[in-house]
Each structure stands twice: as structure tokens, then as C-alpha cells.
């Protein structure tokens, strides 16, 4: 998948189309914003009109008593016609921005919940940081048009014509003027336009630059301090910043240009037009009162195509941001439930579990196999380690288990039944992972462990804290289990983090448990503590245990040897030893080096 910086913009308005399906749902929201919009729009078209009623009608020469009492009607009229403005616009905001964060947050929520459904073959070619541009500043744009663009675009369409056809009724011979300078108006206003709008774009890429900048190196504060980078990253971050200042600088040069034609034309047609109509008043064509309605109504004209052409360039950007999305939403996962899955039974105790001639390579690397002709037959209860040097498979298969990808070739069986016939949450919730690097979310050691069982009770938590270790030192920190651990847990230490993550599989209590090198980055006192978690976490379940470090699995039931993706041995540790194979290499280079 492309990024957003390489992905052409979006050509047409058109590409919001993709947007009716969330809309669809607020059709009673949308047709009462609707409504109050032209409301709105006709109470504004109105204003004139009452306005040649006041200035033909109740200036005309009479006694004093009749002019006041028909001025204070005249009045009263043009106050009603605010007063019903101002409810109708207050009506018509109040839908069109409910309408827009409505749908921002439903578009949100789709993103993110699709998202978190790709298998890891979709983050192999899409960046993070792409899913939170779309997540933030495309659904931002989107918001902007739904919730204001789009509104101000329909009402000032209203307005625009409205004005127009009034003034074809009442003034036709101005109208035709009118149409023919507010062209020469139009037209150097749509080049000013385009021109913001492509700087405005270069200065959205130059602070997300910024922002990309800073987001890199305050992830790596430890190493950036180490090799004392702070002033060298800081100019970095200085010179990004001073790029987009420039850029900025161009845009706003631009927009203060456009602003200042835009003002000094729309002048110069009104001034144009009270002259034209003064001219029409002395010759008796016009009265003093249709000449000011023509002169709003053309102010008003010239007001609607100004905020037209804002609107549009709006539209265009949302249109990009909108085919993004929908870009993103119509990507589909390969590994998927399948429509009918199959139910199968859960053990008493461990899962019984067969890979069966298994071939698979990952979709970036079609020509290199990582697993190849791989069979494993492993019985409930059973502790298997899975051994081998780096890149020979022994994450694949972890990865194969959990169906973040499916084989090519091959299956494989858990509990008498295909995973790739089970239901997909099903077949993970039967699962449990202690990984090298154990993920610990921005919350409290409570809720870490009870992210493996979100229904837990705190009892049942802090028990299986107590049984992976972890209790004793959760309870000394300043809040005990309610501490916060702060981003990723720094501040815990590495044994701390491997307990927590023990604890809450423990707490899953799944009838499969796999542990991906949970002590290859410990010191030797937090490896004993956190092995003996192990250990206890083993206990009446399957185990599959990756290990580069020996000594950790020389208690397992049975030793698989991997290389190059293919089974070359299997058997204890002693019989291994004793064969003088690769685990012997292996071995020997570990204990005797």
C-alpha cells in the first residue's frame, strides 16, 4: 500500500460518495439540516425585500404620525425576518455539526476496528504512523466538509441563486452585468485559490514532517541522550521546523493576496452597482427602494461564489482524505473466520496439537520457504521446546498457530479440529503468549494482568499475580496494583514487565501456552524468578517453548531441532546431546564456550 504523500489527491467531490453509507444512518438529522438551511437561506434573501418596503413605503412623504407608526412596522418587519435568521441558522448549526462529529466518530470507530482486524501481512506494508494520519487528519478534514464545508457550500448555493433569480425578476438588465463582472471577479479568484490550497497542502507535509521528527526521537530518548545527540536533534528538529515557517510564510503571502482582491473587487462591484443604480434612479427607472434590494442582492451574490470557491477547494482536499479512507476500509484481511466455523471441544487440561507437512513463506519473501515440510505431533500436557539458530522458523510456527498468516501447504490441527475451520476468536482465546518483548499498556498493573481475562474479578487478578511471582513486588509500589506503569512499563525492569505478562496468560488460563524466549533478556537472578513462573504457568497445559538459551529447556518433555525451516531433529536433551547433530553444535557452543 502506497503512503498518503505518494497517493495522488482526490480530482473530484465525487469521492465523497463513499461517505453515504455513514450518513445513511441520520437521514432525519440531515433532512431537518437541511431544512433550517434554506430557511435560513430564504430569511436572508428576504432582508432586501424588506428593505425596499421600508425605504419606498415608509419614507415616502406623509404626516409625521402615519410615517413613525409605518416605519415602526417597516421595523418590525426586518427584526422579525433577524430574529427568524438567527433561530433558523442557530437550528441549521446545531444539526450540521452534530452531523459531522456523528459520522467523523462512526468513520473513526470503522477505521480502527477494520485495523485492528489485518493480519500482520497488511502492517508489512503500511506504516503506523500512515493508519494515524488517516485515523486523525484525514477524518479531520473529513469533519471539517460534513460538519461545516458542505453546509456553508449548500447554503451560500441557495443564497447564491436565490439572489440571482431575484434579481432576474426584478432587474434583468443589471443581472447581466452583474453575471459578466462578477466573472472577471471569479475567475483570478479560482487561480488565487489553487494556489493556497497547493501551499497550504506543502505546509501540512512540512509540519508532519516536524512531527515525524519529533515523534522518532522522543521514542529513543535513552539512546539520543547516550550518545549526548540532544543539541544535534534539536537543530534538526529547529531547521524542519523554520522549513514549514517558510512555507507557511508563501501560503499566508498568498491567502493575504487573495483576501485582499477578493475584498477590493467585491468594492469595486458594489460601488459599480450603486452606481449603475444611481444612475437608474435619477433617469426614474428604479426607486431608492429597489435600488438598494438590487444592491444586496448582488452583494449577496458576490458573496455566495467568494465562499463557493473556498468551499470547493475544501471539498477537493476532503475528497482525497475520503478515498483514503475508503481505501483503507476495503482492504480485506486474508485470514479471515470462515462463514460456517467448526466448534471444538475444549480439554480438561492440555491441547492435543499436529502440524501436518506445513509449507509456508511470508507474502514479502515468496521465494525463501520458512517452514518447509514441517510435521509436529504434540500430546496434551506435553512441554515442547522448538530450538534452532536465528531464521530457521521458530517464530513461524508461532505465528502459523496463532493465524496471523495461513500456510501454503499443509495444516494444522488443535484439538482434533483445522484452525483454519475454527472462528478465529475462538481459536486465540484457546491460546495464550508470554512473548521476548511482553507489551505493557498505559494503565495499572490491575488492569495489565486483567487485559488477559477482561471479566476478572480483582481476587482472581491479584491470584495470578501471586502464582507468576509478581505480587511481591506489585506491592510495593507506591499504589500497589493500582499504580500506573507509565507508557510500555518503563517503569518496571525487565523481570518485572516478563512476571506481568506471565501473570496475566495465567489469568487466561488457556489450554495451549506458548513462550516466545521469555528469559533470553534477563540477568541470571530475575531469569530464576521468572522461570519459576514459568514453570508454575506450565503446569496442566501444552507448552511450546522457543529457546535460544539451552539450559532453559533442557526439562522439556521433547526438543525440536529446526533449520532452514525444516524439522532436521527432535528428541530430549540428553538423547540429542548424545546424537552429535545440530543440537549437539548447538550445545557445545553454549555450555562449553
Same mark, same amino acid.
Given at each position: 500500500?502506497?503512503?498518503?504523500?505518494?497517493?495522488?489527491?482526490?480530482?473530484?467531490?465525487?469521492?465523497?460518495?463513499?461517505?453515504?453509507?455513514?450518513?445513511?444512518?441520520?437521514?432525519?438529522?440531515?433532512?431537518?439540516?437541511?431544512?433550517?438551511?434554506?430557511?435560513?437561506?430564504?430569511?436572508?434573501?428576504?432582508?432586501?425585500?424588506?428593505?425596499?418596503?421600508?425605504?419606498?413605503?415608509?419614507?415616502?412623504?406623509?404626516?409625521?404620525?402615519?410615517?413613525?407608526?409605518?416605519?415602526?412596522?417597516?421595523?418590525?418587519?426586518?427584526?422579525?425576518?433577524?430574529?427568524?435568521?438567527?433561530?433558523?441558522?442557530?437550528?441549521?448549526?446545531?444539526?450540521?455539526?452534530?452531523?459531522?462529529?456523528?459520522?467523523?466518530?462512526?468513520?473513526?470507530?470503522?477505521?480502527?476496528?477494520?485495523?485492528?482486524?489485518?493480519?500482520?501481512?497488511?502492517?508489512?506494508?503500511?506504516?503506523?504512523?500512515?493508519?494515524?494520519?488517516?485515523?486523525?487528519?484525514?477524518?479531520?478534514?473529513?469533519?471539517?466538509?460534513?460538519?461545516?464545508?458542505?453546509?456553508?457550500?449548500?447554503?451560500?448555493?441557495?443564497?447564491?441563486?436565490?439572489?440571482?433569480?431575484?434579481?432576474?425578476?426584478?432587474?434583468?438588465?443589471?443581472?447581466?452585468?452583474?453575471?459578466?463582472?462578477?466573472?472577471?471577479?471569479?475567475?483570478?479568484?479560482?487561480?488565487?485559490?489553487?494556489?493556497?490550497?497547493?501551499?497550504?497542502?506543502?505546509?501540512?507535509? $512540512?509540519? =508532519?514532517?516536524? !512531527?515525524?521528527?519529533?515523534? #522518532?526521537? +522522543?521514542?529513543?530518548?535513552?539512546? *539520543?541522550? &547516550?550518545? /549526548?545527540?540532544?543539541?544535534?536533534?534539536?537543530?534538526?528538529?529547529?531547521?524542519?521546523?523554520?522549513?514549514?515557517?517558510?512555507?507557511?510564510?508563501?501560503?499566508?503571502?498568498?491567502?493575504?493576496?487573495?483576501?485582499?482582491?477578493?475584498?477590493?473587487?467585491?468594492?469595486?462591484?458594489?460601488?459599480?452597482?450603486?452606481?449603475?443604480?444611481?444612475?437608474?434612479?435619477?433617469?426614474?427607472?428604479?426607486?431608492?427602494?429597489?435600488?438598494?434590494?438590487?444592491?444586496?442582492?448582488?452583494?449577496?451574490?458576490?458573496?455566495?461564489?467568494?465562499?463557493?470557491?473556498?468551499?470547493?477547494?475544501?471539498?477537493? $482536499?476532503? =475528497?482525497?482524505? !475520503?478515498?483514503?479512507?475508503? #481505501?483503507? +476500509?476495503?482492504?480485506?484481511?486474508? *485470514?479471515? &473466520?470462515? /462463514?460456517?466455523?467448526?466448534?471444538?471441544?475444549?480439554?480438561?487440561?492440555?491441547?492435543?496439537?499436529?502440524?501436518?507437512?506445513?509449507?509456508?513463506?511470508?507474502?514479502?519473501?515468496?521465494?525463501?520457504?520458512?517452514?518447509?515440510?514441517?510435521?509436529?505431533?504434540?500430546?496434551?500436557?506435553?512441554?515442547?521446546?522448538?530450538?534452532?539458530?536465528?531464521?530457521?522458523?521458530?517464530?513461524?510456527?508461532?505465528?502459523?498457530?496463532?493465524?496471523?498468516?495461513?500456510?501454503?501447504?499443509?495444516?494444522?490441527?488443535?484439538?482434533?479440529?483445522?484452525?483454519?475451520?475454527?472462528?478465529?476468536?475462538?481459536? $486465540?482465546?484457546?491460546?495464550?503468549?508470554?512473548?521476548?518483548?511482553?507489551?505493557?499498556?498505559?494503565?495499572?498493573?490491575?488492569?495489565?494482568?486483567?487485559?488477559?481475562?477482561?471479566?476478572?474479578?480483582?481476587?482472581?487478578?491479584?491470584?495470578?499475580?501471586?502464582?507468576?511471582?509478581?505480587?511481591?513486588?506489585?506491592?510495593?509500589?507506591?499504589?500497589?496494583?493500582?499504580?500506573?506503569?507509565?507508557?510500555?512499563?518503563?517503569?518496571?525492569?525487565?523481570?518485572?514487565?516478563?512476571?506481568?505478562?506471565?501473570?496475566?496468560?495465567?489469568?487466561?488460563?488457556?489450554?495451549?501456552?506458548?513462550?516466545?524466549?521469555?528469559?533470553?533478556?534477563?540477568?541470571?537472578?530475575?531469569?530464576?524468578?521468572?522461570?519459576?513462573?514459568?514453570?508454575?504457568?506450565? $503446569?496442566?497445559?501444552?507448552?511450546?517453548?522457543?529457546?535460544?538459551?539451552?539450559?532453559?529447556?533442557?526439562?522439556?518433555?521433547?526438543?525440536?531441532?529446526?533449520?532452514?525451516?525444516?524439522?532436521?531433529?527432535?528428541?530430549?536433551?540428553?538423547?540429542?546431546?548424545?546424537?552429535?547433530?545440530?543440537?549437539?553444535?548447538?550445545?557445545?557452543?553454549?555450555?562449553?564456550?
Amino acid at each position: 500500500m502506497t503512503t498518503a504523500s505518494d497517493r495522488p489527491r482526490g480530482q473530484s467531490p465525487r469521492s465523497l460518495s463513499g461517505l453515504l453509507p455513514f450518513m445513511r444512518p441520520y437521514r432525519l438529522q440531515i433532512a431537518l439540516a437541511l431544512l433550517f438551511l434554506v430557511l435560513a437561506a430564504a430569511a436572508t434573501l428576504a432582508f432586501p425585500a424588506a428593505l425596499r418596503l421600508l425605504i419606498d413605503d415608509g419614507l415616502v412623504p406623509a404626516g409625521r404620525g402615519e410615517q413613525a407608526l409605518a416605519l415602526r412596522e417597516h421595523f418590525a418587519e426586518l427584526f422579525a425576518v433577524a430574529v427568524a435568521l438567527g433561530v433558523f441558522s442557530a437550528v441549521r448549526f446545531y444539526f450540521v455539526s452534530w452531523i459531522g462529529e456523528r459520522i467523523t466518530a462512526d468513520l473513526r470507530n470503522a477505521v480502527y476496528s477494520h485495523v485492528l482486524r489485518q493480519s500482520p501481512q497488511f502492517f508489512e506494508t503500511t506504516q503506523t504512523g500512515e493508519v494515524l494520519s488517516r485515523l486523525t487528519t484525514d477524518t479531520t478534514l473529513v469533519q471539517t466538509v460534513v460538519g461545516s464545508s458542505l453546509s456553508m457550500g449548500l447554503r451560500n448555493a441557495v443564497m447564491g441563486l436565490g439572489a440571482l433569480g431575484m434579481l432576474v425578476w426584478s432587474h434583468p438588465y443589471v443581472m447581466v452585468q452583474v453575471v459578466a463582472v462578477v466573472l472577471f471577479v471569479v475567475l483570478p479568484a479560482m487561480w488565487f485559490g489553487r494556489r493556497v490550497r497547493r501551499l497550504s497542502r506543502a505546509s501540512q507535509d $512540512r509540519v =508532519a514532517d516536524s !512531527s515525524s521528527i519529533a515523534a #522518532e526521537v +522522543l521514542n529513543a530518548i535513552p539512546t *539520543v541522550q &547516550s550518545y /549526548a545527540a540532544e543539541g544535534r536533534e534539536a537543530q534538526r528538529f529547529d531547521r524542519s521546523t523554520q522549513f514549514a515557517f517558510d512555507t507557511a510564510v508563501r501560503r499566508t503571502r498568498a491567502r493575504a493576496a487573495l483576501v485582499a482582491f477578493v475584498i477590493i473587487a467585491n468594492a469595486a462591484l458594489v460601488l459599480w452597482g450603486l452606481f449603475q443604480g444611481t444612475q437608474a434612479v435619477l433617469n426614474g427607472q428604479l426607486t431608492p427602494g429597489q435600488l438598494g434590494q438590487a444592491v444586496f442582492y448582488v452583494v449577496i451574490f458576490a458573496g455566495a461564489v467568494a465562499v463557493l470557491g473556498e468551499v470547493y477547494g475544501d471539498l477537493l $482536499r476532503a =475528497a482525497g482524505a !475520503s478515498e483514503r479512507l475508503m #481505501e483503507l +476500509l476495503a482492504t480485506e484481511s486474508p *485470514v479471515r &473466520s470462515p /462463514a460456517q466455523p467448526l466448534a471444538a471441544p475444549l480439554p480438561e487440561g492440555g491441547s492435543a496439537l499436529a502440524f501436518e507437512d506445513v509449507r509456508f513463506h511470508y507474502p514479502s519473501r515468496p521465494a525463501q520457504a520458512a517452514l518447509d515440510g514441517f510435521s509436529l505431533a504434540v500430546a496434551p500436557g506435553q512441554t515442547v521446546a522448538i530450538v534452532g539458530p536465528s531464521g530457521a522458523g521458530k517464530s513461524t510456527v508461532f505465528g502459523l498457530l496463532l493465524r496471523f498468516y495461513d500456510p501454503q501447504q499443509g495444516r494444522i490441527v488443535l484439538d482434533g479440529t483445522p484452525i483454519d475451520a475454527m472462528d478465529l476468536q475462538a481459536l $486465540r482465546e484457546r491460546i495464550g503468549i508470554v512473548p521476548q518483548e511482553p507489551v505493557i499498556f498505559s494503565s495499572s498493573a490491575l488492569e495489565n494482568i486483567r487485559y488477559g481475562k477482561p471479566g476478572a474479578s480483582d481476587d482472581e487478578v491479584k491470584a495470578a499475580a501471586r502464582a507468576a511471582f509478581a505480587d511481591e513486588f506489585i506491592e510495593r509500589l507506591p499504589e500497589g496494583y493500582d499504580t500506573f506503569l507509565g507508557e510500555r512499563g518503563v517503569r518496571l525492569s525487565g523481570g518485572q514487565r516478563q512476571r506481568i505478562a506471565i501473570a496475566r496468560a495465567m489469568l487466561k488460563n488457556p489450554p495451549l501456552l506458548l513462550l516466545d524466549e521469555a528469559t533470553s533478556a534477563l540477568d541470571a537472578q530475575s531469569e530464576r524468578v521468572v522461570q519459576a513462573a514459568l514453570e508454575a504457568a506450565m $503446569r496442566d497445559r501444552t507448552t511450546l517453548v522457543i529457546a535460544h538459551r539451552l539450559a532453559t529447556v533442557q526439562r522439556a518433555d521433547r526438543i525440536v531441532v529446526l533449520d532452514h525451516g525444516r524439522l532436521v531433529e527432535q528428541g530430549t536433551h540428553a538423547e540429542l546431546v548424545a546424537r552429535g547433530g545440530v543440537y549437539a553444535g548447538l550445545a557445545a557452543l553454549q555450555f562449553n564456550g
